[in-house]
């Protein structure tokens, strides 16, 4: 029996939706790395999963990152970010962004490289101190290099906004076909006159200027500021569906793809704690000891992985004699392992007949 095309639902008439968002933690409801974390001047994942700190040439610029509560209906989680040191002037070079990564592998439908590219529409709420005009960059990184480009205009402080940007599909090149990163969003919120002045309204060859085309607002500038955003789809076509809420146990689980813990949820890497803790017990009295983890789910790619003992130490474990507390950290210049998408295991970690061996660890495997 063919499935129909449509649904009743409550005496209205909708398409049958189905799976659709691209983007993964969306509604900013899974943050392992924490809920905050100030001073950031660099790039790198700091809260929210999957969204990431991007910039380039700041200097003095420093922000701090929040998974916060303030929301728009429908939704309890937003990324939000305060610049807290300005760069007092714009510089040609200057970049920030929140960017998101989308492996190329999972792209293969949007038909890139053909005369059938599927447009795709990215809609999502955002709420800023300050007005203006910001751009997004869509960066196929796998794909040769290519951009395109469009703005969105903040038009009430501190007010939740929804916006709606369709772009069209490239006919040009294809994502290639792997776990490499095949288009990357950028959110730019400051950019200097180097990356401004090409039109990138269509799809072309990687431009600097034309990166963040149309943008005017600079928020790492102006003291205090913030930015927030959530709701975050990503979705073939030209019309913007409601978003699609995913629970928080898949959300979690399909950014624990990109980076996991040992600890456990709410708790903070580093923590002094045995909760959740890897052991691993020895009976015979030999040097080298082997404690291998399985990863609760595959991840991306061959990662980078940090072992920390049960008081927080990194690069260590725990001598825990016969007991599951810490006696001692192991250090040993021997310590060393193999890390791989399916668990991680470490040699080295002598330690006495009976004795037990704890340690928590982070894996990374980022795009």
């Not at 905050?36 to 990431?52: A, L, M, N, P, W």
């Not at 610029?61 to 939704?75: E, I, Y």
């Not at 592998?105 to 101190?129: E, I």
């Amino acid at each position: 029996m063919a499935l129909s095309k449509i649904q009743t639902v409550e005496n209205q008439v909708v398409p049958n939706l189905g799976r659709r968002n691209l983007i993964i933690n969306g509604a900013m409801q899974v943050a392992q790395r924490g809920t905050s974390q100030t001073g950031q001047g660099t790039s790198g994942y700091k809260t929210v999963d999957r969204f990431r700190h991007s910039e380039s040439s700041l200097g003095t610029a420093l922000f701090t990152h929040a998974q916060a509560t303030d929301a728009p209906d429908g939704f309890a989680n937003s990324l939000k970010l305060t610049t807290t040191t300005i760069q007092p002037s714009v510089a040609a070079d200057d970049r920030f962004s929140i960017t998101y990564a989308i492996e190329g592998q999972d792209l293969q439908h949007l038909q890139y490289g053909t005369s059938s590219a599927k447009k795709v529409t990215l809609s999502f709420y955002v709420k800023s101190s300050l007005t203006g005009t910001y751009s997004v960059a869509f960066y196929a990184t796998n794909a040769s290099n290519r951009l395109i480009t469009s703005t969105y205009t903040i038009n009430s402080s501190n007010t939740w906004e929804l916006k709606t940007i369709t772009f069209d599909g490239d006919t040009s090149v294809a994502f290639t076909n792997d776990n490499t990163a095949g288009l990357t969003i950028y959110f730019n919120l400051g950019a200097g006159s180097d990356m401004t002045s090409t039109d990138s309204t269509s799809w072309i060859d990687y431009n600097l200027a034309g990166f963040a085309y149309g943008q005017t607002a600079q928020f790492q500038n102006t003291l205090n500021a913030t930015w927030q955003i959530t709701g975050v789809q990503l979705e073939v076509g030209q019309t913007a569906t409601p978003f699609e809420h995913r629970s928080f146990g898949e959300d979690l689980a399909a950014c624990q793809r990109y980076f996991q813990k040992s600890y456990d949820y709410g708790a903070a890497i580093g923590t002094n704690t045995t909760r959740s803790a890897m052991f691993h017990r020895h009976s015979e009295a030999v040097t080298n000891r082997t404690p291998t983890i399985t990863f609760p789910v595959e991840m991306r790619a061959e990662t980078t992985t940090v072992v920390y003992s049960l008081i927080g130490t990194a690069a260590a474990a725990s001598d825990c004699n016969t007991g599951f507390t810490h006696s001692s950290d192991i250090t040993s210049t021997t310590f060393s392992g193999s890390d791989g998408t399916h668990g991680l295991s470490r040699i080295g970690l002598g330690t006495a007949t009976d004795d037990i061996i704890g340690f928590h660890y982070t894996a990374d495997a980022e795009l």
